[in-house]
């Protein structure tokens, strides 16, 4: 019992980083039907900019949940920042191309991005400081569910609590939800369809930044590879739950999280990577609209 | 007309997408060397009825039926667009859906896809057999160019060609497939007088010179008037009047359907 | 002025944006910062000056698209002329041949070693060509194809001795197997999806191959594969790297030959057809899945022949070498190159695998570079180095003449 526990709990961590990066793809998807495949990277960059933000003001000295909360702001800034910035540049030209244009224009991101934190920083893996620490009233618990794993789980729902109250009942975010209906109306009908694309990819740049940093603190190192397969993964959840869905990239992350978690767990964990990429080519081929989303109409 | 054939027999056809009900029980049918119309308002599920009978939809309910002149009934309903091609229907499509980077001449050749047979090997080794195929290709093409005077325009870039020129490519590709049935979506959208009276002039000549019978969508009720031998409308989803040009013109229902209430009244 | 203020607001933000990553690095085990103040003054200066580039770009780019005229784009002149000009580019193939044949005689086996590394890039470009370039179909995990053809050759002659004549197309059957037994479920989705599905494929082809110790002796891989033998005599290391260099020449001559047949006839109009529309092109009356099929099986044969070459080449092969990076790779040889077109991807393979190989300085940057120029080229050029257009429009007038 005890380790389907700490199996459910780890499923539960999992989940939750894999939605926080999860959503960042299905809500540029839902916009401008972009998988951005870059957007692993993004997450990457975090965990660096945390790392460095940590290296620095551990050097001067502060307490480690004062950098925990500093290292999370300025990579959530600059998190937003690079994100806004591979928009304009590697996406925003390519608006009206074909739909390839701009996927392979992302790959391309992707292999940049990774390129320059390898050639500005180091290809080697870098242990990243336990910010967190151990929680005393924690203790007890500790074999089920350690004290990372507890914030990374609050934090996350945290997020998730703001993203959905920020889409339902703020300005910007219906006219986030009409520009993924229906981008030339909501165009037409005054919604600054630029604005609304940039806020997106600053929102999920935002929530990876998140992820990255705490993801960082729970497993103690970093390299700049980490992007890609994480990315993979959370693009399996965002498919999982239905591309274009929010709750769906939710739901997406927790079921992937509890499958990777249980299988690794109980049946092998040299394969753990093949699970979830044998998930997403089952998820692709069986039902391509996922567990939330609907099927597409086509239009002749 | 009785000692005609049949050659498209539609029943009751419907077609919902989700909650919305496109089409519901449509009747048509079309005899052999027949130029029927098929109008109606924007939205009243022309296109849809196409795309059902061609295979890019499959219909919620009805069958459709088309029995070539030789004689041989098939049922349509679940078989895939290039199946119902090759069963000898043929359609061009309301918004051009050519293939943009090939040539003119490329173009019409694809259409002739589905009656040749060279493969891989063939193509490799390009033994008698595939370059005879090849000349046989070109030259028929070529002369499906010249029907819809785009002869000059062979080796240029589909497009490029100004629009009524794509609309009458579009016309001789899906020749190319050895229809004797054709559908035209809207093929004088966007053009100007003297093409209309052209087209209508070769929508004519292929009926006559091609032995073909002829499905088609139109908005330009002069051009339905002159070439149809009979009209069928549609009004949301449904069928509300047949006949010849005249009888459907003087329908008070299609006139109400087309200016509204009080033109009937006045 | 207007573009002066551009770009140092372009300047200043690059220089924030790259600031953390760039100018600090730290070790957090021994608790030390360092700061490379330099670093940012490259990262502005350069942000100032591509600014102003990236600019004229755009502009020209709208300006192009406003004036269509075809024939209007000065960019490459002399490559579309060259296409445009066959006594010309028949006497330019000349020389390009009559040089590579005497490569080896002139250049070391280290650099013919090179030469065959390029070839059979250029053969996996074209391979991938066929299934990216000509019917449009985004494959991500092309790699995988490659790793058949590999490890079917070292597998089969590690433990039945088999040899390299033998096991070329076993290696090339084994692929297209793969490529059709893939190809079966996933053919029916969307362009973007289908990218996806063959990436997860690829990783999970990799991921089989590093953990499948008793099948593919895991992540250490198979060392001695035999190189192969001409009739039957065992040749020395220099002698075999100059038979593998000719053998690659056979084979990039015999994939340019097919993939030129090929694109000029019935199978390769309903390829390209299906890359323009779909829809279309099924109603036209072409069956979907057999013309997708035969393009991704025929991809994945040349991708297999490739592989049991590289084995044989290399002698040792494992599982580090099949990577999604490989991939991407060939992915951005066909789109630099430009997608269907024979010559361009050719010459991509080429400047993509030799540039790095002669400029040293260049290699640190290389995947960098291939980054920046995957986006650069979607934004400026998605058509590659060289377009197909005019090939065609060439074939064409000989056609009419028949005609």
Redesign the interface.
């Known amino acids: 019992m005890e380790y389907f526990l700490e199996l459910f709990f780890g499923g539960l961590t999992r989940g939750s980083i894999y939605a926080l990066i999860a959503l960042g793809y299905t809500m540029v998807y839902g916009i401008i039907e972009?998988?951005n495949f870059a957007h692993g990277e993004i997450y990457m960059?975090g965990a660096?900019?945390g790392?460095?933000?940590?290296?620095?003001l551990?050097?001067m000295g502060f307490p480690a949940l004062a950098i925990l909360a500093v290292a999370l702001v300025?990579a959530v800034v600059?998190c937003s920042?690079?994100g806004y910035?591979m928009e304009k540049?590697?996406y925003k030209?390519?608006r009206g191309?074909n739909?390839?244009?701009?996927?392979?224009?992302a790959?391309?991101?992707?292999?940049?991005?990774?390129?320059?934190?390898?050639?500005?920083?180091?290809p080697n893996f870098?242990?990243?400081?336990n910010l967190i620490g151990e929680f005393e009233f924690m203790e007890d618990y500790a074999h089920i569910l350690g004290s990372a794993n507890l914030v990374i789980i609050l934090v996350t729902a945290a997020a998730m609590v703001a993203l959905t109250l920020f889409i339902k009942y703020t300005r910007m975010g219906r006219a986030m939800r009409a520009t993924a209906q229906n981008r030339k109306m909501a165009m037409l009908l005054g919604v600054n369809v630029d604005a609304v694309i940039s806020l997106t990819f600053i929102i999920g740049s935002s929530l990876a930044a998140i992820g990255g940093v705490l993801i960082a603190c729970h497993t103690g190192q970093i390299n700049i590879t980490i992007g890609?397969i994480a990315g993979?993964k959370a693009?399996?959840a965002a498919?999982l739950g239905g591309v274009g869905s929010i709750p769906g990239a939710m739901l997406g992350a927790l079921v992937l999280g509890f499958t990777e978690s249980f299988a690794t767990g109980y049946i092998s964990s040299?394969?753990e990577?093949?699970f979830a990429?044998?998930l997403?080519?089952l998820i692709?081929?069986f039902r391509?609209s996922g567990l939330l989303g609907k099927a597409p109409?086509?239009k002749? | 007309m009785s000692a005609k054939t049949i050659v498209l027999e539609v029943k009751n056809l419907s077609m919902n997408f989700g909650g919305l009900r496109a089409l519901s029980d449509v009747d048509l049918d079309i005899l052999q060397g027949e130029i029927v119309a098929l109008i109606g308002p924007n939205g009243a599920g022309k296109t849809t009825c196409f795309n059902c009978i061609t295979g890019i939809y499959d219909p919620t309910e009805g069958d459709i039926l088309l029995r070539s002149p030789q004689g041989k009934g098939v049922r349509l309903n679940g078989l895939k667009p290039n199946q119902v091609t090759e069963l000898g229907m043929a359609r061009t499509f309301q918004n051009i859906r050519l293939f943009p980077s090939m040539t003119v001449l490329e173009n019409v050749m694809l259409g002739t896809h589905c009656r040749t047979k060279s493969g891989i090997l063939g193509a490799i080794l390009r033994d008698r057999k595939t370059r005879e195929e090849e000349v046989r290709v070109v030259n028929k093409s070529y002369e499906l160019l010249k029907l819809v005077g785009l002869d000059h325009h062979v080796n240029d870039l589909a497009s490029n060609l100004p629009y009524g020129a794509q609309r009458r490519l579009e016309i001789a590709r899906a020749l190319a497939t050895d229809p004797f049935l054709l559908l035209l979506d809207e093929p004088a959208a966007g053009m100007n007088p003297n093409e209309t009276i052209a087209l209508e002039q070769l929508v004519m000549r292929i009926r006559d010179e091609l032995d073909m019978s002829i499905l088609l969508i139109e908005h330009d009720m002069k051009m339905v008037m002159s070439i149809s031998d009979r009209v069928h409308v549609l009004e949301y989803g449904q069928k509300i009047a047949e006949g010849t040009p005249a009888e459907v013109g003087a329908n008070p229902q299609v006139i109400k359907a087309y200016l509204g209430e009080e033109a009937v009244d006045a | 002025m207007e573009g002066f203020k551009k770009s140092l607001l372009a300047c200043i933000w690059f220089m924030f944006l790259t600031f953390p990553l760039v100018v600090i690095r730290v070790d957090t085990a021994e608790k030390t910062v360092q700061w490379r103040w330099m670093h940012m003054l490259w990262v502005g200066l350069g942000a100032f000056l591509l600014s102003y580039v990236w600019r004229f770009m755009l502009k020209r780019k709208a300006m192009g698209r406003s004036a269509t005229n075809p024939d209007g784009t000065p960019v490459v002149p002399f490559l579309q002329r060259l296409s445009a000009n066959p006594p010309l580019a028949r006497s330019i193939m000349a020389v390009i041949a009559i040089g590579a044949l005497v490569f080896p005689w002139l250049f070391s086996t280290y650099q013919t070693n090179i030469m065959i590394s390029a070839m059979i890039y250029i053969v996996l470009g074209l391979g991938l060509n066929i299934v990216v370039g000509l019917s449009g179909q985004l494959v991500l995990g092309y790699a995988a194809f490659y790793a058949a053809g590999a490890y079917s050759y070292a597998l089969l002659n590690h433990h039945f001795g088999l040899g390299f004549w033998t096991a070329l197309p076993l290696g090339a059957g084994a692929a297209a197997l793969c490529g059709i037994i893939l190809g079966i479920p996933v053919l029916r989705l969307r362009g973007d999806y289908l990218a996806i599905v063959t990436l997860g494929f690829g990783e999970i082809v990799r991921l089989v191959l590093e953990n499948w110790n008793e099948f593919s002796m895991g992540p250490s891989g198979v060392s001695g594969i035999s190189r192969p033998g001409l009739f039957s005599v065992e040749l020395s290391v220099d002698g075999a790297t100059t038979y593998i260099y000719y053998l690659m020449i056979g084979l990039v001559a015999l994939t340019i030959f097919v993939i030129n047949r090929l694109k000029n006839s019935r199978i390769g109009r309903a390829w390209l057809a299906l890359r323009e529309d779909e829809i279309a092109c099924v109603a036209m009356g072409v069956d979907r899945m057999k013309t997708k099929l035969t393009a991704f099986a025929l991809g994945a044969t040349w991708a297999g022949m490739a592989g049991v070459v590289f084995a044989a080449k290399t002698t040792f092969i494992n599982p580090a070498s099949f990577t999604f990076m490989e991939s991407a790779m060939i992915l951005a040889i066909v789109v630099l190159g430009g997608m269907g077109s024979i010559l361009g991807v050719s010459l991509a393979a080429l400047l993509i695998l030799l540039l790095p190989e002669y400029l040293r300085a260049f290699s640190e940057y290389r995947m960098l570079l291939f980054g920046a120029t995957m986006v650069l080229f979607m934004v400026f050029r998605p058509q590659g180095l060289v377009s197909s257009e005019r090939q065609r429009y060439e074939f064409k007038e000989t056609k009419e003449s028949q005609g």
């Open positions: 972009l998988i960059i660096f900019t790392l460095i933000v940590a290296g620095v551990t050097a300025v600059y920042a690079y910035t540049i590697a030209p390519l191309a739909r390839l244009s701009p996927l392979i224009s790959i391309g991101m992707s292999i940049f991005l990774q390129n320059y934190v390898l050639l500005a920083q180091t870098l242990p990243f400081p890609f993979i693009f399996t498919v040299d394969y990577d093949v990429f044998g997403l080519v692709l081929i391509p109409t086509q002749v």
